[in-house]
């Protein structure tokens, strides 16, 4: 499981901090696309991606300190290699698809403290690739205390399995830090159109328009099918996105995103289908653009 994917939560644990008044029951959806611009890869060939993810379903809240989510999630990361044979391999991969099924806790265990969990079951692989051979599982649980009405900061941890590779583990601080009555300062996953741990600076100078700046750390690790060149075998994506975005809220439970920025430090992988290294190339630093939407019913 990629380090990224299981931060999808973190977008409906935010949404469960709205303070508006809403039903008990109520449902949501957020989702977006990015393109990544064309980027060479040390050794000679480029590639691009593109990629697209959509995340729905249930929520019910116990008030306003506390609720419970059921969430369906699919991605879409389609990669373009200029050269097949970039990585030293001809055509290492295409497009790639992920599957997800989590459910976001959060309780109020106090007047101070709050709890959060997400246990995550994920397929990521190409197509035809079978559901035992591309299924990781993990969660991710923080507990936040309030130390007044504009700082909450508590621990976290993120504990998940991967494709032939070591149960990897994640401390995270999870932060919501109302700076000034426009400026704040939070973890999670950001405008949802980049997914992985990280930290976001917003201005939110009206109640329609947000500005925000932003970086954070991305994996994914994905499973190759058996008709390819590494029958069976494993890809990786890691690299360090730093965003700007720019908001507009219809009303307080729907919004547009569009962002832009620059992935760096990126690096391409790929392994046998025992995890044993067979290639690891550096990419340069690769622009990207993209849109997203949220919206709770």
């Known amino acids: 499981m990629s380090s990224a994917n299981v931060f999808s939560s973190q977008e409906v644990y935010k949404k ?3 303070r508006t008044e809403r039903a008990e029951y109520s449902a949501f959806a957020w989702g977006g696309f990015v393109h990544q611009m064309d980027t060479d890869i040390d050794g000679g060939g480029s590639f691009s991606v593109n990629r697209f993810f959509i995340q729905a379903g249930p929520s019910y809240a116990f008030g306003k300190e506390s609720s419970i989510s059921l969430a369906f999630g699919y991605g879409l990361y389609s990669y373009n290699f200029s050269d097949p044979s970039a990585l030293g391999i001809q055509s290492p991969w ?7 099924l989590s459910i976001p806790w959060r309780w109020k265990i106090n007047e101070k403290w709050t709890g959060f969990m997400a246990p995550t079951l994920r397929y990521t692989g190409e197509n035809g690739v079978d559901l035992n051979d591309a299924l990781t599982g993990g969660g991710f649980a923080a507990f936040s205390y309030r130390y007044s009405d504009r700082l909450s900061i508590g621990p976290g941890l993120a504990i998940l399995t991967q494709i032939e590779d070591d149960t990897q ?16 300062l939070e973890t999670g ?4 159109a980049t997914l992985g741990p990280g930290l976001m600076l917003s201005w939110r100078p009206n109640p329609e328009w947000s500005l925000s700046l932003g970086g954070r750390y991305e994996k994914l690790r994905f499973r190759l099918d058996d008709d390819g060149s590494i029958p069976g075998g494993i890809g990786e994506d890691r690299s360090f996105p730093i965003f700007a975005g720019i908001e507009y809220w219809f009303n307080p439970k729907t919004r547009i995103s569009l962002i832009g920025g620059l992935e760096v430090g990126g690096e391409l992988s790929l392994e046998g289908d025992d995890g044993e290294t067979i290639v690891e190339k550096d990419y ?3 622009g990207f653009l993209g849109m997203a939407f949220s ?3």
């Open 169 to 184: 583990i994640i401390p995270i601080m999870a932060i919501q830090w109302k700076i000034t009555n426009t400026l704040s």
């Open 295 to 297: 919206v709770r019913f």
């Open 94 to 100: 295409e497009d790639v698809h992920s599957l997800s």
């Open 189 to 192: 996953s950001g405008l949802g």
């Open 16 to 18: 469960s901090l709205d």
């Open 284 to 286: 340069d630093s690769a």
